[in-house]
């Protein structure tokens, strides 16, 4: 478990790093280095050039747009975890990031790092998904594009960025109504889930339901949301039933495979399980939050 | 006589903690010898092949490697390793590899990234075979693996008591069940190594080893390297956990001694987590057909059991689990007949050899498991089946007509104890209204013996120092139980000293000559026991000094309170501290004495444990509300350190019943081979374990010492199989496979296994 021979350089420019990237074919970028670390250690990865972008001040920046949060691609899980302006702009980062890993992991991990890894089964691609996150790349040849979540994940451990491109910034729009939730069900603490499930719905004043999204991880090879699914319950009452009706409904659209953790069954109900009470825990809150 | 503290029987903090903790102690990966080179291993990457060709050019060639072996180049890489019969593994594969993982070529390079860089540029060319993942498929004998051996089953047995088979016809009924455990991977947090460097200059060989007994180690390397077992000397510095793998040969310990001579250069070679996974003995994979033959009223009558142990692609230490599965079959319950017969079959897996409980828990989850199955279909408790089963203090010395004797203890009363403890009647109330709001709770019990000792020897030498203070030296070595502390306590008692005056090491074959090692809950009843008798001997040979020095006759002297004075003649004495001064003085060689204590009497602990667990039937969660436990643990050493033993032996337990699960697929690749993928307990997992004490002093030892290594897991697989079948006892649950994770609950309460 040690890694083959590699290149190691530590830009302090953004231009440094982009200059790094495009000189080599098989770079890597090392950010925290949870997954690429024990990747090459094992052999799995073996990448003959690490531009390490941990020393670039600008990927560190938490800026507040106004209707957007910005976060720099270098904010650590532990910065999500506990920084009051993230918490005010989407709860429910705080409250995915106690679900992953631990307290060593998340201070050295990045929101970077564990969206361009793209795991179907962590947790912050699911927040990417539901809260419509826009990814800002950088690259040397083709300067800076953004790329909405739902066009960034493509399969297992890969996204739509090429090689030479750098993620750089997450733009996150700020949740001004309803409330949300994210569940998980992961067999020992710290462990990737075998499902998750995140909510946001919010109310019109008769109960009824105003939006509601709702994107599931775990289940597939990107995670999972469906737009039109999610519009056909605009209108309805909210209920118990409705929850459940939802849940049932997502589970039978998702198509999980079977794996040495979870058969593809087990995953629909857990799918089923963890969706139905994420719904209602965030309708709860949303009644709540408007006094109802 | 003068009062000296005890220090047997109190609670105190272990005497190795502060280096630990500090990070001071010194691993075999911290041993680093000068001009060391490091050694990686080729693997092979295939379950059963034939090795056509392998190409080293490339990796011998790589700046900072200095050698390419394979087993062509070295005969005696090729011969087989010590210990293990009918066949022995070779140190390298030579035209056939058995199973993934098994070493096919060693590169020594500088450091271990070069060697692992080596390692990668050798090319081996296989040819595939037909692979082997099952047990019973094996025992077809379809394919064999080994045609020297003739078949895969290379152990059978069979063990009859009273009339054997024929006694279900005595039966009310029958019941018939297939029980599984799966394998698991033990994981001591250090995996395995081993360090050594020769003296061509005086021919011998110094090594380091992280290994459960310093003196078999030392027969094998003299073995192996063909030098006299005197010119090896072998010491286990702290050992990070054992659990029973890193006891016995392995291909590493062969090949870094016997290169270490034959390059006369040091060779150190550390395994990685990835080698723990692929190349340390598992245990537990078993498959027994059973049947349980009882009265109408749940009176046991008859046991008849045919089981298989997937034993991997060589002995290993198989055959031992397997026959110990035989003997540990009854538990703590009376059974008048019985047939059993195993099997140990090879399979292209890495070798089973004993881990922690080795056969006591196999054995007992089926009595367990049984006994459940039973109650549930003749209708009756599963508490009063237990209770009419439990053998009763009058009944001792019990046979158990599978080889051993019971002989102290009361079961019933403890069982007793522990259902007052949980009171069973208001569980089924909460457990009744909990169903009713869709909460499912579920209670597991269990009965255990833990069988320790009971063959062969362990010596403790002891030793004045110069400034007064006792060296203990024993074989006994220590991977973290605490032995510093223990017989350290032990032997302050016998010196009248205080233990800070006490220096005890432990696995250093130049400090002992003999001794067989840590495993089997062995070294408190065996090491301990010695430990008194050195020290009644060392203080005789004192007498006799302090006779001398202080000139009178030996009769005379009076050993009193960590004094030799002269009787009659108080004021004039000699502590420990002075008899070492004067003796120095007069220019004696330190006083110096060794025992051993041999006996081939186990020892015979038990205990009664429950399980009170939540059920979330729609994720397949199981949580374990409450977990509580009577103890028998003989006279006790160290109250803090056997509670220790018996609560990490049953959280081991709780991860092989709950998470821990080494999965292969139909090549024979395995799939669990990081903490990822294969799920230790951690201490969210682990719940509060209450430990409540019933001590009796085992009559087969002199101190009454008694085994508590593996009290903890042997019961605690079953009970939790136990308890979440009784959460879905509305719907007849039935659990025929260990560990029932969240995925095979779901399956199980999906696929119609209830009713």
Redesign the interface.
Known sequence: MKPPVFEYVRPASLAEALDALASSEDAKVLAGGQSLIPMMNMRLARPGLLVDINHIPELTEIHDNGDTLHLGALVRHYQLETDARIKAAFPLIPEAERLIGHPAIRTRGTIGGSLSHADPAAELPVLAMLGEWNMTVHSRDGGARTIPAEEFFMSYLMTTMGPDELLTRITVPKQLAGASHIREFAVRSGDFALAIAAAMVSLNGDGSIATVRFALGGVGDVPWRNRELESSFVGTMGSDALWRDIGRQAALAIDPVDDMHASAAHRRQLAETLLTESLHRAAEMARERSGR | MAVHESWIGKSLPRVEDRALIQGQGQYVSDIRFDGQWVMALVRSPHAHARITRIDTEAAAALEGVHAVITAKDMEALRRGLPDSTPIAPPALAYDEVFYVGEPVAAVLADS??LA??GA?LVQVHYEALPVLTSAEQAAKDEVVLHPSVGSNIFDAFHMTSGDGRDALQQADHVIRATLQMGRVSPQPMEPRAIAASYNPADGTLLVYHATQSVHRAQERIAQITGLDKEKVRVIAPEVGGGFGVKNGSYPEEALVTYLAKHFKRPIKWAG???EEFLSTSQEREQTHHVELGVKQDGTIIALVDTYYQDNGAYPGGGAMVSRNTARNLPGPYRIPHMHIEGYTVFTNKVAQRPYRGAGRPQGHYIIERMLDRAADELGLDRVDIRTRNLIRPDEFPHRTGTDSVYDSGDYPAAFAELLSLIDVPAFRRRQREARQQGIRLGLGLSNSVEISAGFGFEGVRLTLMDDGRVMLATGATGQGQGHRTALAQIAADALHVSIDRIMVVEGDTARIDKGIGTFGSRTIIMAGNAATMASEGFVEKAKNMAAQLLEAAVDDVVFSDGRFSVQGVPSVSLDWRALAERMAEAGEDPLTHEDAFSSGTPTYGFGSHAAIVRVDE????TRIERYVIIHDTGKVVNPLLANGQVIGGTVQGLGSAL?EEM?FNEDGQP??T?F??Y?L??A??SPDIEIHHRDYPAPGNPAGYKGVGEAGIIPSQAIILSAVEDAFSDRRLKLDFAPV???RL??AL?RGETE
């Open positions: 271990r990234y692992e860089d990668d990685d987590r990835f729609n994720t397949g969660e998470y999965i799939l669990t990081s990822l993928d799920r307990p951690g969210a997992e994770t969240p995925t779901f399956q999906t």
